[in-house]
């Protein structure tokens, strides 16, 4: 009976150790099934990651080199337009020049219809006549070109405009004033083609 008793508890022991040995490698055998899947698992990931990034890669030297040819199409076109300004600035420039190096040459020509009208009562001679018309044609050409004179006499001076040859003293005239002048002045639009020639008081 005693035997009978010991064998069964010796039984239900290895039994247990059966048991338990049995269920340590279930655990092991699900553990390293779970481990496996779960390797599978990133090493699929990672191969959809790497994959993403690849046509995030190609998506990404498409966007670049839109911005670059942007960037560069922006570029020419204000280099253009900078290109432009400058070809109209220096056409200009040259233009004002070519007037102005002609209204000089033209100038000396209306001196002296000055200088020869002023010797000669309107209205005494026919030919003068003539030629005071055709002096005020002179005139209104010059203006409608953007010639226009300087005003001089009565003004204070300035030598922006004046080019003072005389000085006197006069106490009927306020200071630094023009009260003659010798040779007229003229500007071309804003720019001054010649000073006028003038005597200055006090």
Do not use: C, W
Not at 146 to 154: D, F, L, T
């Amino acid at each position: 009976m005693t035997e009978e008793i010991k064998n069964e508890e010796f039984s239900t022991e290895e039994a247990v150790k059966e048991a338990v040995e049995n269920a340590e490698e279930m655990t092991e055998e699900v553990t390293s099934k779970a481990e496996a899947t779960s390797e599978a698992e990133s090493k699929d990931e990672a191969k959809e990651k790497k994959g993403f990034k690849k046509k995030e890669k190609k998506k990404d030297k498409k966007d670049e080199q839109i911005e670059q040819l942007t960037d560069r199409v922006t570029r020419q076109m204000a280099e253009f337009e900078n290109f432009r300004r400058r070809t109209e600035q220096e056409k200009a420039q040259m233009f004002g020049n070519g007037a102005k190096a002609i209204i000089e040459k033209i100038l000396p020509v209306v001196d002296n219809f000055e200088r020869g009208l002023a010797t000669v009562e309107e209205g005494a001679d026919p030919f003068a006549d003539g030629m005071l018309m055709i002096y005020k044609q002179l005139l209104t050409t010059l203006d409608e070109a953007g010639v226009k004179p300087i005003e001089a006499v009565g003004q204070e001076f300035n030598p922006d405009f004046h080019n003072a040859v005389m000085h006197v003293e006069d106490e009927e005239v306020g200071e630094n004033i023009v009260v003659e002048e010798f040779q007229k002045g003229y500007m071309y639009n804003d720019t001054v083609v010649r000073h006028s020639m003038v005597k200055v008081a006090n």
